[in-house]
């Protein structure tokens, strides 16, 4: 089955995941692919810093959707198919109804009480929506995650917000959407969970001695995230990013740490499911999948995985 995988230099095809990675080929050249999603109603869609593109041919031919800001974070279907939204650099939201031919700001958006705090020197003195999502039990909920400044999440399709951010760390890379109302969080420090909402929060990590986590994966009856002891620019050196796979049976309750080709030295930052496994990638271009008997490597793509989703 093929593989799209976003990287730091492009989004790359993987023709057949399973069994050939040397096949691997660049089908957009686009920078940084913050995030690949493929959905029912818009194709294949990639967030990039140099715009959001679509494809509606498996990854053959791509168009720049021509959202107002050119740095896109984020994408997400609404369960009608209808409405596409997209999250940005500085952090705004957009949305479209004609297939991204227009687009119109979400304004409520920037009305969030707390909107003046979102801003940190590492992202130009600014903020970003890193994570968008809706269930389809609540098709008019839309939660977005924005680093630095929290979750938030609309119930009118986006035009209008409310802060769920107490009990949180604000450092928001991404929130798993696992059902209407619980959301796991995944910052820069600490990995958390709601159950109604994001009105109120527990911290799941506590337990665990890696703080810094980018993304979280649900699949059957198990939770999967990943973490480093620190961000980034601490990923060098001998240690790499000293980084650490975690699975839990129970919700995030309690987790195991498992091993994993890479480990520790490179970190998982993405996640997906192909033909039924749990694959992830990591800062070292390393793509591995989830067996009965544990984690094996599939491949490697030049550059660091950023995003994958299937074809």
């Known amino acids: 089955m093929p593989l799209l995988v976003g990287t730091r230099d492009g989004v790359f095809r993987v023709p057949d995941a399973a069994t050939n990675f040397e096949s691997a080929e660049r089908v957009l050249d686009a920078g940084d692919a913050l995030r690949v999603r493929r959905f029912p109603g818009h194709g294949i869609v990639a967030a990039t810093r140099t715009g959001l593109y679509r494809s509606t041919d498996g990854g053959d031919a791509w168009t720049d959707l021509g959202v107002p800001r050119e740095e896109v974070f984020a994408a997400v279907e609404s369960p009608d198919r209808e409405r596409l939204y997209a999250g940005t650099h500085p952090a705004h939201l957009y949305v479209s109804t004609n297939g991204g031919e227009s687009w119109r700001e979400l304004e409520g958006f920037q009305d969030l009480p707390s909107r003046e705090s979102w801003h940190t020197p590492r992202h130009r003195n600014e903020a970003h929506v890193r994570s968008l999502d809706v269930h389809a039990d609540a098709p008019d909920r839309v939660i977005a995650g924005v680093e630095v400044g929290g979750v938030h999440v609309s119930d009118d399709r986006g035009e209008t917000w409310t802060e769920r951010r107490d009990g949180l760390q604000n450092d928001v890379h991404h929130v798993l959407v696992l059902r209407p109302e619980s959301y796991v969080a995944s910052c820069g420090g600490g990995l958390y969970r709601t159950d109604d909402a994001g009105r109120s929060w527990s911290q799941l990590d506590r337990d665990l001695d890696h703080t810094y986590f980018r ?30 796979l975690f699975e839990s049976a129970d919700g995030g309750e309690s987790f195991e740490a498992v091993t994993y080709p890479g480990g520790p030295e490179e970190v998982v930052l993405a996640w997906t499911v192909l033909a039924d496994r749990v694959v992830a990638g990591t800062n070292g271009g390393r793509v591995i999948a989830r067996t009965p008997e ?18």
């Not at 993304?215 to 961000?231: C, D, I, K, Q």
């Not at 490597?297 to 074809?311: H, I, K, M, N, Q």
């Open 294 to 311: 544990g984690w094996t490597s599939l491949g490697r793509v030049p550059e660091s995985v950023r995003s994958l989703a299937t074809c």
């Open 215 to 244: 993304e979280a994966m649900a699949h059957g009856s198990r939770l999967y995230a990943a973490a480093a002891r620190g961000p980034p620019g601490s990923w060098h050196g001998d240690d790499g990013a000293d980084a650490a």
